[in-house]
């Protein structure tokens, strides 16, 4: 099956209420895992959009809420809620501040019941993937850390769990123009290691493109699907 499938997906908030509002409007795509790995998949497109919506369709973070017409499909299942197949990294690098790095990163596997010294072996792998100084960093705390770091963080504690989904809602968007290109360069170079399709939401066209094998352009409001690109793969470090 497809990893992932709108099919006419409108979501209209507070439906049937004076305030509802259509966020997105008959969205329709389909992404299928190419030669046994996934797309990187970018999204684009004005703010208020609708953008975020469809990341959080997705991802099922509102299963009291979800589409309002039409069905997101996920490796072939109707999304009903969250799951371990999908995982996100937000903008505003969401961790635990008094928490390690170390920690941060193998939150979900403690979740999971791993024992700690098997899973601190695969943080410190992670961490090292997501070019951060093992030595150095695993026992600082996220406030010892500058943005672009803490974002690695926010990775590798997403690519532990091996989602075969990962969402991204502007991870980059707080980042200065520096950090933002080493951290595009970052998720290229994960990006052959990892077999999973990943959502990207970006207001920058040369972002979407760089990272891109296909990019979605949004029009608003309500938000439509107004384009389609598929991307030539640009030169990229190796
Ligand atoms: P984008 O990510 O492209 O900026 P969003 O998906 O966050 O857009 O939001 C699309 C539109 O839906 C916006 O106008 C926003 O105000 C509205 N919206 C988003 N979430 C909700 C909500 N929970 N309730 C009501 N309106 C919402
Ligand atoms: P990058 O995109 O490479 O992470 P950053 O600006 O985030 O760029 O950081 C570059 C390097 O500078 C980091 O690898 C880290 O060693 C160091 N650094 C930056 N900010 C801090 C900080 N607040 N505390 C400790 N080290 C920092």
């Given at each position: 099956p497809p990893v992932v499938e709108f099919d006419h997906v409108t979501k209209t908030y507070n439906d049937g209420q004076p305030n509802a509002f259509t966020a997105i409007k008959d969205i329709s795509f389909v992404v299928e895992d190419k030669h046994n790995h996934g797309e990187f998949v970018g999204i684009l497109g004005?703010?208020?959009?609708g953008k975020s919506t469809i990341l959080k369709l997705i991802a099922g973070l509102e299963p009291q809420h979800p589409a309002t017409l039409g069905t997101v499909s996920v490796l072939g299942k109707p999304v009903t809620g969250p799951g371990a197949d999908r995982g996100m990294v937000f903008q505003?690098?969401?961790?635990?501040?008094?928490?390690t790095v170390l920690d941060n990163v193998t939150f979900g596997l403690e979740c999971r019941g791993m024992p700690r010294r098997i899973r601190e072996e695969l943080g410190r792998h992670w961490i090292d993937q997501v070019g951060l100084d093992v030595e150095n960093d695993?026992?600082?705390?996220?406030?010892?850390?500058s943005g672009g770091m803490r974002q690695r963080v926010a990775i590798a504690r997403t690519l532990i769990l091996k989602p075969r989904v990962i969402l991204m809602d502007?991870?980059?968007?707080?980042?200065?123009p520096q950090t933002r290109l080493n951290m595009q360069d970052l998720l290229v170079s994960l990006w052959r290691k990892v077999e999973a399709t990943v959502f990207f939401i970006t207001h920058s066209i040369e972002e979407a493109v760089y990272l891109g094998d296909r990019v979605y352009v949004l029009s608003s409001s309500?938000?439509?699907?107004v384009q389609e690109l598929e991307v030539e793969p640009p030169d990229r470090p190796a």
């Open positions: 004005p703010s208020g959009c505003d690098y969401t961790s635990f501040d008094n928490r695993q026992y600082k705390f996220p406030h010892e850390l502007e991870p980059f968007g707080a980042l200065d309500p938000g439509r699907l």
